[in-house]
């Protein structure tokens, strides 16, 4: 499941629906083709050519608009520009119908310019209409009639235009989150199976290395290390199906006995000690990862002969007396939730099965690496921490707290 294949959302012509609607205010040029062909405009050998050339201009003026998004184009622009200037020449010479096209030009206006532009734009078109309506004869009506029809159509168009990208940018917004859940998924996904594989196959390897000693010696006893290796086995199983339908959820007191039981196998003396309130639903499944995590590294790295856990309300340490360093200086302090890397890393990782679970092992192995990231960032979520390093004294010890249910 790579995520080679995510690409930001790719352009989609804007409003191409709108367009076919706004071609239709083409028609606002029959009045001027009507005068022409009535002889009321004349010479028509000027007035045919005029009004071809304004029909032109204001379809190749909105659709390159309405097709490429908000931002304006050199030759919307000036497709724009040349129909503004025929429109007013061809009004002021012809009169009549030929006002008309002026509304047509607003509704250009709204087309190709966005924002603080075509107010702008639509102010000095709606003031040029004024003027060439009083010129050729209008009395008061009729320069608000058309002052007002010029400027309300290039408004109507600019906000549904504007409307309409809205909706563009919420669905590419929509399709980002959808995408940014997929990689969460598959994160979640690679760091269960993490810390899943990491706990199991530890026993496993205890568990079968005590079968092998005792096979020759105390058959029965290998037989019982053999049926725990079973047993395990087949919780890991289950465990696997959980964290791929994203159900699993670890309960406290039965990673402390898994981790007990564990760590005997070992040759790890267990210590438990419970105290305070019990901690809540939520509180348990992280702190059960918590557990797990720690008696892992505990089991596999730290030759230890003697482990404590000791949970109180909902903070959680383990620690042990062995002798051996672990993580590097870096890892020793508060661990917090992976960077961009580790996350690419792990989203990687998720993809292949095999791969993770090569990953896993080795994650396991540095003592403070993807592991305790993988907590850390669980426990973050929830507003918690995580803390390891070594002890004066000897020993290492990880502690987890959580806020107070």
């Not at 010479?43 to 309405?66: E, F, G, Q, S």
């Not at 989150?177 to 810390?195: K, W």
Request: aromatic share 4%; with cysteine; proline share 6%.
């Amino acid at each position: 499941m790579r995520t080679d294949h995510v690409h930001p959302p790719q352009a989609r012509p804007y409003g191409a629906p709108d367009a076919q609607g706004i071609l239709v205010f083409v028609l606002l040029g029959v009045a001027a083709a009507w005068d022409t062909a009535a002889g009321l405009s004349r010479p028509a050998w000027l007035a045919w050519p005029m009004l071809a050339a304004a029909t032109a201009l204001y379809t190749a003026a909105i659709l390159p608009a309405l097709r490429r998004g908000p931002a304006p184009t050199p030759a919307g622009l000036a497709a724009l520009a040349a129909l503004t200037a025929v429109v007013t020449a061809a009004a002021a010479r012809f009169g009549g119908g030929w006002l008309y096209l002026f509304p047509m030009a607003g509704i250009a206006c709204g087309a190709v310019l966005y924002g603080r532009r075509v107010r702008i734009a639509l102010l000095a078109l709606t003031g040029v209409t004024a003027l060439v309506v009083w010129r050729s004869g209008g009395g008061l009506e009729s320069i608000m009639a058309f002052s007002w029809g010029t400027f309300s159509a290039g408004i109507v168009v600019a906000f549904l235009r504007h409307q309409h990208t809205l909706i563009t940018e919420l669905h590419d917004t929509r399709q980002q989150l959808a995408e940014a859940a997929v990689t969460r998924e598959r994160l979640r996904f690679a760091r269960d199976l993490h810390d899943l594989l990491g706990h199991t196959l530890s026993v496993i390897v205890v568990k079968a290395e005590a079968a092998r000693r005792l096979a020759l010696r105390d058959p029965e006893q290998a037989r019982r290390q053999a049926g725990d290796i079973e047993k395990v086995g087949r919780q890991a199983l289950a465990e696997i199906r959980e964290a791929v339908t994203g159900y699993r959820e670890a309960g406290l007191s039965a990673e402390l006995e898994r981790a007990a039981d564990a760590l005997r196998a070992a040759g790890v003396e267990p210590v438990v000690r419970r105290t305070g309130p019990e901690p809540g639903g939520r509180a348990q499944t992280l702190l059960g990862w918590v557990v797990r995590e720690g008696v892992t590294n505990v089991i596999r790295h730290s030759g230890a002969t003697r482990a404590e856990i000791e949970l109180s309300g909902t903070s959680l340490t383990i620690r042990d007396n062995g002798p051996a360093p672990r993580p590097p200086p870096a890892a020793t302090t508060a661990i917090g939730p992976a960077t961009d890397t580790a996350t690419d890393t792990a989203t990687d990782t998720a993809d292949d099965a095999a791969t993770a679970t090569e990953d896993a092992s080795a994650g396991a192995s540095d003592g403070g690496g993807s592991g305790l990231r993988g907590l850390a960032e669980r426990l973050a979520q929830a507003g918690g921490q995580v803390e390891a390093g070594p002890l004066p004294q000897g020993g290492w010890q990880l502690t987890a707290a959580l806020p107070p249910d």
